[in-house]
Each structure stands twice: as C-alpha cells, then as structure tokens.
C-alpha cells in the first residue's frame, strides 16, 4: 500500500477548510448582539457524521469541538485536548482533556464521551476506518484520559483525528455517539462555543445558534481550525 504523504494530505484538506470556514465580511457587530449572516448552502443534515456536506461540516464546528485542528501553517494542534503522550515504540497515544470542558446540557466532558464518538467516527470516514483498520482499543483510563492503542503501525494518527475537512472527529456526549453511524443522531449536544437552538430551525429559512455560556477557548490565536474560538455575540 502507497504510504500517505501527511503535507499534501493536510495541505488539501486545510485549503479547502479555510476557503469554507472563512466568514463573509460584515459590518462590525456591537458586544453581545445578534450576528445574521447567509450560509452556502441550506442545512438540512444535523449529524456530521452521517453526511460529508460543508454545510454540516461548518454548523458542527460551531457546536462541536474536536481533540485536535489543524492550524493555518498545517500542524496539527490540541483543542480539547490539554497534554497528550506517544509510547517509545509508537504504538500508543495518551490524550488528558483540559479542565472545564462542559457539555450544552451542563454535564462535564469525559473520556468516556471521546472514546465512543472515536468509535462512531471510525465506521464512516475514510481516513477514520483507515486508522480503525490500524487501531487494536480505543478506550478510556478515567475521567479525563484516554488512551488509543495501535495493533499495527501507522503514522498520521494525529492528522487523522485533527482533519478539518470531510467527516471531522467532532466529540459528542457517549449517550449520543452510542447512535449507529448508519444512523442520523437525533439529539445535538455539542461542547463548542454555541448551543444549536433545533426550536428555533427552519430548513430552508434560518438556523440559530445560542453562545455556549461555559465554554472555555483555549489561550491561543484562532488559526486554521486550531486555536482560540470566542465570541462576544450570544445569538
């Protein structure tokens, strides 16, 4: 088998990351306002993983957060991952969540949560049942570890769970990430930086999302789909 060449893997996925993620310009928004904008496309599918569409892809990374991104100069870097550790022989990848990461229901994030939406994850993307095929256990050590244990060698185990585009590793609560992936979830609960209002949705007319109250961006410089996610709008 033709071994992946990580630049131009990432390199690809990021461009088209960036030419989608990137938001039209907008007069200034006043602190705490409403910002209205019109997407490409209509939201009709909730569940990213169940669909590859930009447009699922875009609304989750707004719900959602991931382990990794992959920032503006293709290096992956954690998101909701605080520290992480990779065994001498390679073979084993340690990931510690940050503290405070909270679900929209207001249930803390754990490792469990994170294993299961791996699972999920790694039945319908590409790269994902590529890194399956390689990956003897995914599995949680406590609350906040878990650990992924390879049965064969593979190297872009990291550009695998900070891909930006496609079916991104987006993490969901395990009650929810337990749904088939052959299955559209039905529930959206995410721990980024807005509450999807499904009340509120209209297909075909509008979309509304609520600021995250609990949700803590990492310190660094937003870049890529790595790095700080503020907001100062709450809807």
Not at 3 to 27: E, I, K
Not at 28 to 51: M, N
Not at 70 to 77: A, G, I, M, S, Y
Not at 220 to 230: D, K, Q, T
Request: charged share 25%; hydrophobic share 35%.
């Amino acid at each position: 088998m033709r071994s992946l060449n990580r630049r131009q893997f990432v390199a690809g996925a990021t461009a088209a990351a960036t030419a989608t993620l990137a938001p039209t310009r907008a007069p200034a928004q006043k602190s705490g306002g409403t910002l209205r904008f019109v997407a490409q496309a209509d939201l009709k599918i909730l569940d990213p993983v169940w669909t590859t569409a930009y447009i699922t892809r875009n609304h989750s990374y707004l719900v959602y957060d991931t382990l990794f991104g992959t920032d503006e100069k293709l290096q992956v870097r954690p998101q909701m991952v605080d520290k992480h550790s990779v065994s001498k022989d390679g073979m084993k990848y340690t990931f510690t969540l940050r503290d405070g990461l909270k679900w929209h229901d207001g249930q803390p994030v754990v490792a469990e949560d994170c294993a299961e939406s791996l699972k999920r994850w790694m039945k319908k993307d590409r790269f994902g049942r590529l890194l399956a095929a390689h990956t003897a256990k995914v599995a949680p050590v406590d609350r906040k570890t878990l650990t992924l244990e390879l049965g064969e060698r593979f190297g872009p185990v990291l550009e695998a769970l900070g891909k930006p585009s496609s079916n991104v590793p987006f993490m969901m609560p395990a009650r929810i990430a337990a749904t088939s992936a052959d299955e559209q979830i039905k529930e959206i609960v995410g721990s980024g930086p807005f509450r999807f209002a499904k009340d509120e949705w209209q297909p075909g007319n509008q979309v509304v999302y609520v600021k995250h109250a609990d949700y803590v961006p990492r310190n660094e410089a937003p870049s890529g789909s790595a790095g700080a996610r503020r907001s100062s709008s709450t809807r």
